[in-house]
């Protein structure tokens, strides 16, 4: 079955970059959306169809999606980014999420 | 504004069934859709299944196939997803979720969660 996987874990300094990954199967030839968690909270989209944000998400967010990973993108990290992150694909009509990945911004 | 409410927490039986509703304010389920995701204690989002517009007919799982139905009732803008045969690993919260366009399939509006416990 098709499967997204991510780092358990990515840290990051505030005010630089952080990149979190999404691999699986030609996941290049998929859309990815990628949704942000903070502890308590209800999920929120921060990017759909690889690269698009929603409105309200800060242009820091950005995404690209190639060969078999897609990469979820933070330029300048600030402390309020710090959540959990799934990417989340199709394997046709069935959704698929990834295992997600804590950033922690210190 | 779009907001979706779910109904309250649950406590079941193992064997049992659960039927969780999610209430839109704003846009109907036949013309967005609906998809129900959940989250066990301390771990990652989980796709169950979800009934879109853009792919027909609803969808789940594997793993859930058999066990869970999702609805929807027009005329209270209300849908539904009912878990049968609980397992005491189906304690988890359960999250709907709809897209903010029509056929699309990426999630803007999440409901707040319903907590389902599983205890004898």
């Known amino acids: 079955s098709f499967e997204l996987i991510q780092p358990p874990s990515v840290s990051v300094s505030p005010g630089q970059t952080a990149s979190i990954t999404c691999s699986g199967d030609n996941l290049g030839n998929k859309y990815v959306a990628w949704y942000q968690q903070k502890p308590g909270q209800s999920p929120i989209l921060v990017l759909y169809?690889?690269?698009k944000r929603p409105s309200g998400i800060p242009e820091r967010f950005s995404g690209s999606n190639s060969g078999n990973t897609a990469t979820l993108t933070i330029r300048g990290t600030q402390a309020m980014d710090e959540a959990d992150f799934y990417c989340q694909a199709w394997d046709s009509t069935t959704g698929v999420f990834g295992g997600g990945t804590k950033l922690t911004v210190l | 504004q779009v907001q979706l409410v779910q109904s309250g927490p649950e406590v079941k039986k193992p064997g049992s069934s659960v039927k969780v509703s999610c209430k839109a304010s704003g846009g109907t389920f036949s013309n967005y859709g609906i998809a129900w995701v959940r989250q066990a204690p301390g771990q990652g989002l989980e796709w169950v299944g979800g009934d879109l517009p853009l792919f027909g007919s609803p969808s789940y799982a594997q793993k859930f196939r058999g066990r869970v139905t999702i609805t929807a009732d027009e005329s209270t803008n209300t849908g539904y997803m009912e878990l049968s045969s609980l397992r005491y690993g189906d304690t988890a919260v359960y999250y709907c979720?709809?897209?903010?366009?029509?056929?699309?399939?990426?999630?803007?509006?999440w409901g707040q969660g319903t907590l389902v416990t599983v205890s004898s």
């Open positions: 979720a709809r897209p903010a366009l029509r056929n699309t399939s990426d999630f803007d509006y």
């Open positions: 169809l690889d690269r």
